[in-house]
């Protein structure tokens, strides 16, 4: 096997990493403080094609792969979860299925603005009483001539106060469970669509995380994205790819918070030479490569096999799960080196800490990774 990026996604690291050094990251702290959408810096994720990183030039994309989308949120993430959320949000859930299950006019109208940052998108999944159990979703979507009339709501939805385009889902036949869901796209200001407050969250605050409420929300009958109660499928591979991103994320924040903690144990001195040199502090930071290295092996494989078309459904599932993990203890470890410094908000691996907690509930919780795991060694 080879385990060389190509000069492509050599180049993108690099890219990436630059642009986050020199412009995410003097901003990572004012965003977690103030809690104010970036919508300067999305602007310039879309202006170097970051955002468009998988999808044709032909629909406002640079040409790229989903591998290099994912270096991109890696980096990102190093030096900002909230971010790497967004771009995860908006590319992945939002573009990923209007590009894969839309029409051409659909495309042409959607997905060229949000690959190039001149929108940005959502995606709304989960509702009140439909999160882990997706197919619970109680919104409705009822076909009225040359039109769909929905009503409903969905919650936790990332980039819902700032979202110009919302992927969303309902049911549009009720007899027929998980077989009888719908995707739709809707614009910001249709008639009908209401946003709730934003949530204040434990971390990767400023990705304007808001409920969505639908009353008698009327959409063109063109906006029915894919065919019609084939929504669940869509969503289910979708998921696949988005787990694929968050654990990407995960890692981000775990490398970050990691070198800022193996820099630090080489500065900080303690009992006359620096806390590097004792044994407690690199047994941790041997844990802490090590499950870096396992967990980024794991996500290159996952993303070549997304490439050749192989069905990866269990191991995104497997690779969520580990990475998530990995990204906890190695946000853990961090916070301990620097003792009482890594407590308070002036260093940043306090909140990474706080921003990695999310990646083992978003896109399916840890629990429901094991199940899907489970599911496919059993052949259940």
Avoid at 47 to 61: D, Q, R, T, V
Wanted: aromatic residues 8%; negative net charge.
């Amino acid at each position: 096997m080879n385990f060389e990026t190509n000069d492509e996604h050599r180049m993108i690291r690099k890219m990436v990493r630059d642009f986050a050094e020199k412009e995410i990251a003097p901003l990572a702290e004012e965003i977690d403080a103030s809690d104010q959408f970036p919508h300067g810096l999305m602007r310039r994720l879309g202006e170097l094609g970051i955002l468009g990183m998988p999808f044709p030039e032909a629909y406002g994309g640079s040409d790229g792969d989903y591998f290099g989308l994912v270096i991109a949120l890696e980096e990102v993430a190093r030096v900002s979860g909230s971010l790497a959320l967004i771009l995860d949000a908006h590319t992945s859930l939002c573009c990923e299925p209007i590009y894969h299950f839309g029409t051409e006019a659909q495309r042409q109208k959607f997905l060229i603005p949000l690959a190039r940052g001149e929108k940005v998108g959502a995606f709304g999944l989960t509702e009140p009483q439909a999160g882990s159990d997706a197919g619970a979703t109680l919104t409705r979507a009822v076909r009225d001539d040359d039109a769909w009339v929905i009503n409903g709501q969905k919650v936790f939805t990332t980039n819902g106060s700032a979202a110009d385009v919302f992927v969303i889902t309902a049911k549009t036949d009720p007899d027929k469970g998980t077989r009888g869901i719908s995707s739709f796209i809707i614009e910001k200001g249709t008639p009908g669509l209401r946003l709730g407050r934003e949530e204040k969250k434990m971390g990767l605050n400023g990705t304007g995380t808001c409920a969505l409420f639908f009353e008698n929300c009327r959409i063109p009958a063109e906006n029915l994205l894919g065919a019609e109660n084939e929504g669940f499928k869509q969503f289910m591979i979708t998921l696949d790819a988005g787990r694929i991103a968050i654990a990407a994320m995960a890692l981000g924040l775990a490398q970050g918070a990691f070198e800022r903690a193996v820099a630090y144990a080489k500065e900080r001195v303690q009992f006359g030479r620096p806390i590097a040199q004792f044994q407690a502090i690199q047994w941790m930071v041997a844990d802490m490569a090590t499950d870096i290295e396992s967990a980024r092996l794991m996500l290159n494989k996952v993303a070549w096999m997304k490439e050749q078309g192989l069905r990866y459904t269990k191991e995104a599932a497997m690779l969520k799960l580990l990475a998530t993990e990995v990204s906890e203890r190695v946000c853990y470890k961090a916070v301990q080196i620097l003792g009482g410094y890594g407590y308070i908000r002036d260093y940043a691996v306090e909140r990474m800490y706080r921003d990695q907690r999310l990646c083992a509930i978003g896109e399916g919780t840890n629990e429901i990774q094991r199940l899907v795991i489970a599911r496919q060694v059993l052949e259940l």
